[in-house]
């Protein structure tokens, strides 16, 4: 009993202190415009919020053991639906954000129900061609998407093109989302996600129902995913089937993978040092992708838990350290 | 009846290409359960340095294609030494090393040979003419040389020791390992078999379109539908798929632009996968 009740005290304890290290982040990043004022360096960190709203949102779907390899394609749909009910119906841009997620989610709980037969590496494989085929379908439907061409001319999201007041509508944005995809994971649903993960006969063995769980995580991961697309269209104001084509499937996996899947921090992580550090590290555009297959290099061969993990890698290797220590000594 | 003879024969053609530039990862996924992301990249290397052999420095062409097979089946053991070994068995960790290889190989490529188009010279220039149809006689070879590599293929899983070895280890690595088979060896024998026949198909298409750093994408992409849709584990399987594919590339353009076409080949892969999960000959991939 008493230690039970001290568990949960501790337990309490490290959550408050978890929350206190988000809330300094938060204040340290909602000062940086202040002290940077490279319009060029902001831009990327909005792009960073944007992008790790995407990969948290992957995360979700990854958490009931699905391999979503075709998320940025729905990043597509939900930029694509927010910009065409935006500009060509004139529609006011509070309401198509939050449609273009709703979009999204409503072909992702559409595509769910069929692909939730599917396990594992032919889930990844099927939905990587399902991603090729949206991506295609963007492509083909030149009258509405403007085609491989690209869409431009989408209305502005706020009435200004300097990027501070993006820059804080992002990171607001951005923490709200996380807000609500914590509070998903760590409710009873995401419990029973992680359930099917772990083992889905299992799982249904106790009561829960595999294929409609699965289609739940999939619906909300895409309405997230769906609306970061959105925010990204109208920030960007002109958008290409390439930003959503398999190429930007893989990377959006691999950001979520660098950091570590098995942490809600390490997507977090993960998309922040392989968008922010290629790019302030290198005068040089050319030598970008080597900075970033260094880092996957990296982590491959150093970190297999992913950049999450090290924490815990680098007690392990000081323990062994002083281990060999105390036994040249003792010899 | 002539446009139909003409598609049948544009789609056996087409059919033919896909499974020479698919056999590798085939093979590779099926005997080892190894999923090769940066096959395309391997791919479209071997059609750089055949080009830098028999272009650049004059050498003759077949030369110069069993010199860049020999070349990418030596990176092939060295990617199964420092590469693939960590990786096996795992799509997490397979798609983190594939993606590395791929930035690393295309990025160099595309800096210090890209910038123009390039192209390989025919290798064996001409057509055939048989009643109201010609063919180019290259991409008649190119049926050829798959057939053959896919025949050699099946027949080297089934009835050689080493094909054996390699089911073996991919059914039960710590077994295989118990009973002799020494899988460092085979592995490798398996990758560099697997990056040669990537070799032989990034010469051969090098020859039949241009060449360039992204060459390989396009061709991954389609490698990737026809060893799924034929089945991991059977590379005959691959013979089927590769005809569905190739004939759907062949036909539905005549209906509809380029793009549609994909839509529809990806539509029809992705139906057959959801009542089939293991494609037509396959058996279940963990």
Known sequence: MCADEKQTASKSNAKIIRL???????????????????????????????????????????????????????????????????????????????????????????????????????????????????????????????????????????????????????????????GALWRFEYSRIGISLKAIAQSHLVASSVGINEASFRILALSVGCFFVGIAGAVYAHYNFTLSPTCFDITAGLWLFVYALIGGLSSFNGPIVGTALLIIAPQLLSNLKQFVPFISAAILLLVFYVMPQGLVSLPQLLSYWIKERRKKDTLSHAA | MELALSALITALLIS????????????????????????????????YICYQLAVVYGLNQWLSLIVSVIVISAFGIFLERYCFRYAVGNLDRMIIISIAIILVLQNAVNITMGGYVRSLPSFAPGTLRIATFSFAIDKLLTFLIGAALLVILIWFTRRTKYGLQMQAISQELEGAALLGINVHQISA????????????????????????????????????????????????????????????????PLFSSGAMGQVIALAVIIIILLFRPQGFLGREYH
Not at chain 1, 72 to 87: E, P, T, V
Not at chain 2, 20 to 43: D, K, P, Q, W
Not at chain 2, 204 to 212: C, K, Q, T, Y
């Open chain 1, 20 to 178: 206190a290290i988000y809330g300094i982040l938060v204040f340290i990043l909602a000062l940086l415009p202040l002290l940077i004022k490279s319009p060029y360096v902001i831009h990327v960190f909005i792009t960073t919020f944007i992008y790790i709203v995407a990969t948290v949102s992957l995360r979700t779907v990854t958490i009931s053991g699905q391999y979503p390899l075709a998320h940025a394609a729905f990043m597509g749909i939900g930029a694509y639906a927010s910009a065409i009910m935006a500009k060509l119906m004139g529609w006011p841009i509070w309401l198509t954000i939050p449609l273009g997620g709703v979009a999204a989610m409503a072909i992702g709980a559409f595509i769910a129900y069929p692909f939730a037969r599917l396990r594992a590496f032919y889930y990844a494989m099927v939905s990587l061609f399902f991603g090729l085929g949206i991506n295609q379908l963007i492509i083909v439907s030149t009258k509405w998407t403007g085609g491989a061409g690209g869409f431009t001319n989408i209305p502005h999201l706020l009435p200004t093109t300097d990027k501070v007041p993006y820059y804080y509508f992002t990171l607001v944005f951005m923490v709200l989302c996380l």
């Open chain 2, 16 to 47: 033919a290409m896909y499974i020479v530039v698919a056999l590798g990862l085939a093979f590779l996924l099926s005997v080892m359960g190894i999923i090769n992301f940066s096959h395309g990249v391997i791919y479209m290397i071997a059609g």
């Open chain 2, 189 to 252: 024998i398996a990758c560099a078999m697997a990056c040669g026949m990537a070799a032989i198909a990034g010469c051969l298409m090098g020859a039949l379109f241009n060449l360039s750093a992204f060459m390989g994408d396009n061709m991954l992409i389609k490698s990737l539908e026809l060893v799924i849709l034929g089945g991991i584990g059977s590379i005959g399987g691959l013979f089927f798929a590769g005809l569905l594919i190739g004939s759907l590339d062949a036909v539905v």
